[in-house]
């Protein structure tokens, strides 16, 4: 099976402006490779063969760089894609029991049947100050604990507005979520705040004792 | 007492500080470099004392002089952006705070040593972060301050914002050249250095994002100003991103030199009615510390007296609840899982560390496997390809030099002495 004429068309037009921007076609592959998922949620053969195709390299090739990377999927992610951080720091402030919690009670560690949520372990994601973190569809969902985030994934599996901590107002889906990693904007950039909790304790303290860095 | 020295942080409690506007900026730094000889930037990013943000504090200007001159051959700048090395968490929120400072480095960078592209390869695990950073090069596009002919001079820049897919390797600088020609992310052999041939085989700079931010404010405060805030060796200020069992956890930007001590002061201690137990100093490829080194200077030639790495500032708490070994077991799961596999020492070194110490967190380890751990680690430390293969060995070594008696209590009564629910943030005693 191939991508229908119309589908295809659209893609084509979406990848030859993302291979536009680089000196060399093939530093596309990456950002091509999410623009499948946008299309597909997993990066199905026929997007890898599109890839192949646009880049002028052999289908192996395509598939040898998707393995390498953990964002690339092999199964169709649900319409949202949940992380819990395992890593150290955050595993030992609560992940761990987070995760244990989680899986028991949506009774898969894999994903949802209805198709709404899909699961996994992720490494530390740069947000260590905001432990135990969460990711959906790779927007932060800061400082959770085992009951926020059953009631997270049970409000996206009942259709319900979330909203990251530091993102925009409306959690997009994971396939407007992948357009956007390929380097297409959605528009969304001005939302959410500049800088939140941890992130502005030290600014805090340097304001009430007056410290600036020297003039 | 050191104080806080907030420069990049300076304007993260505004509201749009991601904005040009909220940047304060016309680029004025960067105007007044684009009128200067790049040569002159260079001496003065060395004069400043700069030294590299990501980890390893490679002198910025020296790294820049390196780039040959007149050589006919388009030159690169990369901005590394992956941020992924365990407890490092700085250039992600000042990215989504304050994405112009980067953009303003990048283009003084890049007129610096003579480059016409400059990439900026950011994890692909921060959608906000990216759209941040690709709004603030479209509103420089936008102003003609990255373009053809900025500024109205006669150079030219393009910007291109890349996201990467889930790769720690890939913040290694050559693996993540190979990631960016659209390869798999595994390290190249060095020398050449990608001074020489990086990017598509073309000389091409690799610097981390705060290093490239830092930059804008030394071009328009002047290198001795930088170079005033520091130590002899480590100058200036640097983002220390403290996180764990503390009451405050956050962002602190100090001057290097500053002490855990000091920080830990500032964010209210140690989580209440607990201990400091150990620490990373910067990161978990740094060896840990413990109490005893609440007073090393953190800059990058005390706390390397001190047996351990300056890293990228990335303290970890952790408190007296914590078991040591469930730490170092887990973090060593990152590394077996992110191992490149390019170099067999560690990528089976890391495989059987983690099946070893597994073993010995359940309490069916012997005192045996203590000197097993440590005989693998010896085994890849300075015998792998990359500096990934160190990292993973330093919570090994520095565990068991500090803690042994902790991995022995394991073996003793058959498991893990520790309650997890104590470390939680919901289970504080
Ligand atoms: C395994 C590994 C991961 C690394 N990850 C990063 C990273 O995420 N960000 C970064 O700036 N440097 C990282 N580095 C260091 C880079 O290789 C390189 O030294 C750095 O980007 C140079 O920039 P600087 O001189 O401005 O620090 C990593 C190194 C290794 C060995
Ligand atoms: S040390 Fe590890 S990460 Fe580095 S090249 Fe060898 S296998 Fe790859
Ligand atoms: S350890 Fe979870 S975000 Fe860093």
Redesign the interface.
């Known amino acids: 099976m191939t991508y229908a004429p119309e589908i295809r068309a659209r893609l084509e037009a979406d990848a030859k402006e993302i291979i536009s921007?680089?000196?060399?076609p093939?530093?596309?592959?990456?950002?091509l490779?999410?623009l499948v998922q946008s299309e597909d949620g997993y990066v199905s053969d026929d997007g890898q063969e599109f890839c192949a195709e646009l880049?002028g390299i052999s289908k192996a090739e395509v598939v040898?760089?998707s393995t390498?990377?953990?964002?690339?999927r092999r199964k169709p992610a649900g319409e949202f894609h949940v992380?819990v951080c395992?890593?150290?720091?955050c595993?030992?402030?609560?992940g761990?029991?987070i995760w244990d919690e989680l899986t028991e009670h949506l009774g898969t560690d894999e994903a949802t049947p209805d198709g709404k949520v899909s699961l996994e372990r992720?490494?530390?994601?740069?947000?260590?100050?905001?432990?135990?973190v969460m990711?959906v569809?790779?927007?932060?969902f800061d400082?959770q604990?085992p009951t926020s985030a059953k009631q997270l994934v049970d409000d996206l599996r009942d259709g319900k507005a979330v909203s990251?901590t530091?993102?925009?107002a409306r959690l997009c889906t994971f396939k407007e979520?992948s357009r956007?990693?390929?380097?297409m904007?959605?528009g969304?950039?001005?939302e959410?705040p500049?800088?939140v909790?941890?992130?502005?304790?030290?600014?805090?303290?340097?304001?009430k004792?007056g410290?600036?860095?020297?003039k | 007492m050191t104080?806080?020295?907030?420069?990049l942080?300076?304007?993260?409690?505004?509201?749009?500080?991601?904005?040009l506007d909220?940047y304060g900026g016309d680029y004025a730094a960067a105007r007044k470099a684009v009128g200067m000889d790049p040569d002159a930037i260079i001496q003065a990013v060395k004069d400043s004392g700069l030294r590299g943000r990501g980890g390893a504090g490679f002198p910025t200007g020296m790294k820049w002089g390196f780039i040959p001159q007149n050589d006919g051959k388009?030159h690169y700048l990369v901005v590394n952006a992956d941020?992924?090395?365990?407890?490092?968490?700085k250039?992600?929120?000042l990215m989504?705070?304050n994405p112009h400072s980067l953009v303003e480095g990048v283009i003084i960078t890049a007129y610096a040593i003579r480059a016409n592209?400059a990439f900026i390869y950011i994890?692909?695990?921060?959608?906000?972060v990216?759209?941040?950073v690709?709004?603030a090069v479209?509103e420089a596009y936008d102003k003609g301050f990255i373009g053809s002919g900025i500024f109205g001079s006669g150079y030219d820049l393009e910007v291109?914002?890349?996201?990467?897919?889930?790769?720690?390797i890939c913040g290694e600088e050559t693996a993540l050249l190979d990631?960016?020609?659209?390869?798999?992310?595994q390290p190249r052999l060095k020398p050449p250095f990608p001074a020489i041939a990086g990017l598509?085989a073309a000389p091409t700079v690799i610097n981390n994002v705060e290093s490239i931010a830092s930059v804008p404010s030394i071009v328009a405060n002047g290198a001795d100003?930088f170079a005033?805030?520091g130590t002899e060796k480590s100058k200036g200020?640097g983002?220390?991103?403290?996180?764990?069992?503390v009451t405050?956890?956050?962002?602190?930007?100090?001057p290097l030199g500053i002490t855990l001590r000091e920080v830990l002061d500032?964010?209210g201690g140690v989580r209440a009615g607990h201990q400091l137990k150990f620490w990373t100093p910067g990161g978990?490829s740094t060896p840990i510390f413990t109490a005893e080194h609440l007073d090393v200077p953190l800059d990058f030639e005390a706390v390397g007296a001190a047996g351990s790495m300056l890293g990228t500032r990335?303290l970890?708490i952790?408190d007296e609840t914590?078991c040591v070994v469930?730490?170092?077991l887990?973090?060593t799961e990152?590394y077996a899982?992110?191992s490149c596999g390019k170099c067999t020492p560690c990528r089976e070194g890391t495989f059987w560390l983690k099946q070893v110490l597994k073993r010995m967190e359940a309490g069916q380890g012997t005192e045996d496997d203590i000197a097993t751990i440590t005989d693998i680690g010896d085994n890849i430390l300075g015998k792998s390809f990359c500096a990934f293969g160190d990292g993973a060995v330093s919570p090994i070594h520095s565990s068991v030099k500090y803690f042994r008696d902790e991995y022995l209590k394991h073996f003793e009564i058959g498991g893990c002495p520790f309650d997890?629910?104590k470390?939680?943030?919901?289970?504080v005693a």
């Open positions: 921007r680089y000196p060399k093939r530093s596309a592959l990456l950002p490779l999410h880049l040898g760089v390498f990377y953990t964002m690339f992380g395992i890593n150290s720091l595993a030992i402030m609560g761990d029991q992720i490494e530390c994601n740069a947000a260590c100050d905001f432990a135990p990711l569809n790779w927007e932060f400082n604990t990251p530091r993102g925009p979520a956007v990693l390929a380097g904007p959605d969304l950039a001005g959410g500049s800088a909790g941890p992130s502005l304790e030290g600014l805090k303290v340097a304001r004792n410290w600036e860095a020297p | 104080t806080l020295t907030p420069v942080t300076k304007n993260w409690d505004t509201q749009g500080s991601f904005t909220g388009p941020e992924s090395e365990p407890g490092t968490c250039d992600i929120p989504m705070a592209y994890r692909g695990e921060v959608l906000h990216i759209r941040r690709m709004a479209r291109v914002v890349h996201t990467g897919a889930g790769a720690y990631s960016l020609e659209g390869y798999r992310g598509y100003w005033g805030m200020f983002i220390f991103s403290l996180s764990g069992h405050r956890p956050g962002q602190y930007e100090a500032m964010a978990s990335a970890q952790f914590t469930r730490a170092v887990r973090w990152f899982h992110e997890p629910a470390s939680t943030v919901w289970g």
